[in-house]
Every structure is written in structure tokens, then in C-alpha cells.
């Protein structure tokens, strides 16, 4: 008789244990969940990021656009041109200078992304002479900001780079 009785509360047991075994690793499951999605970055918007313009002389000469997130801020730029133009005319907006889409630039403390903008790709004497640049991450454009140029510039048929991790592969040359 005690056989009848000890196999019962020995299955009570194996499955208490096992509904204990289940429970804990739902809970781990959840908090490894939560952690990964608490911990996931973000695609950057305009206003995430603070933006400095440079004149290089590589290629002809173009603008070294640089991005750095504001501080607290972790977020990615897509590997694709931003969007920006040197005026409200259409003729004024940047077209892409690559035809593919570069590596994803996360962004944090004192890491950078850079993109080239050379203002003016035709051989000849025409364009627009304008001292500013309106700048946006793709996709935000309603949230661009206006930046100075180092230097007015002349504008036709501009175009732009992806964004890059390094400077050097910013450089927009012409075709």
C-alpha cells in the first residue's frame, strides 16, 4: 500500500517542479524580450542629431556634411543620401551621387557619419550663388534644419553621397 501512496506524491512533486521549471523559463524568455527591445536602436530623425558643414577641396570641391547625435542619443542613419537642397526651387535639391545602399552608421557619443554634397556637377557657367543648405534625414524632410555655408556657393544639378562612417568615402565625385 505505501507504493500507492508514494507514487502519487512523488508525481505531485515531478510536476511541481516542472511547472516551476516552465514558469522560470517564461520569465527569463520575457525579461530577455523586454531587455532586447528596451535596448534595440532606433532609425534617427532630423532633430536627433547635430550637424556641422565643412568646404573640402578633394574632387573639385564639395561640403563634408558631419552628424553626431545630440547627447543621450543613440539612433542609425540608413547608408542612403540625405535628404537637402540649397533653396526651395526644385532644381536646387541634391540628387544621389551613388546608386546602392551603404552600411547602417549607428550613432552615439562622439561617433560620426558623414556625407558629401557637391553643389555644382556641370562644366559650365551656370547656377544659383546660395549661402545655405536646408538638411534632413530622409523620410523627415518636414523637420529640416538650415545651415550656413563656410562659403556661398554655386549651385546646378547638386548631388550627395550616402552616409558614411568615414569621411573618405563621403567624397562625391562626379562622373
Known amino acids: 500500500m505505501r ?4 507514487a502519487p506524491s512523488a508525481r505531485l512533486a515531478l510536476a511541481a517542479v516542472a511547472a516551476m521549471a516552465v514558469t522560470a523559463t517564461a520569465t527569463a524568455t520575457a ?7 528596451s535596448s534595440a536602436v532606433r532609425a534617427c530623425v532630423t532633430k536627433d542629431l547635430t550637424y556641422k558643414v565643412s568646404l573640402e577641396t ?3 570641391g564639395y561640403y563634408l556634411v558631419t552628424a553626431k547625435a545630440k547627447s543621450g542619443v543613440t539612433c542609425y542613419l540608413e547608408g542612403v ?6 533653396g526651395s526651387s526644385p532644381d536646387t535639391e541634391v540628387s544621389p551621387a551613388e546608386h546602392a545602399v551603404s552600411d547602417r552608421v549607428t550613432l552615439s557619443g562622439s561617433i560620426a557619419a558623414y556625407a558629401g554634397i ?3 556637377t556641370t562644366n559650365n557657367d ?3 550663388e546660395l549661402d545655405f543648405l536646408h538638411l534632413a534625414v530622409a ?4 523637420n529640416a534644419v538650415t545651415l550656413a555655408l563656410p562659403e556661398t556657393a554655386t549651385v546646378d544639378r547638386p548631388v550627395a553621397t550616402n ?5 573618405a568615402d563621403a567624397v562625391p565625385f562626379s562622373g
Do not use: C, L
Request: charged residues 25%; proline residues 9%.
Open 139 to 142: 523620410g523627415d524632410e518636414t
Open 126 to 128: 551656370h547656377g544659383k
Open 81 to 86: 543620401f540625405p535628404s537637402a537642397s540649397f
Open 3 to 6: 507504493s500507492r501512496f508514494a
Open 31 to 37: 525579461a530577455a524580450t523586454a531587455d532586447s527591445r
Open 118 to 120: 557637391n553643389p555644382k
Open 58 to 60: 578633394q574632387a573639385g
Open 163 to 167: 552616409w558614411h562612417a568615414d569621411p
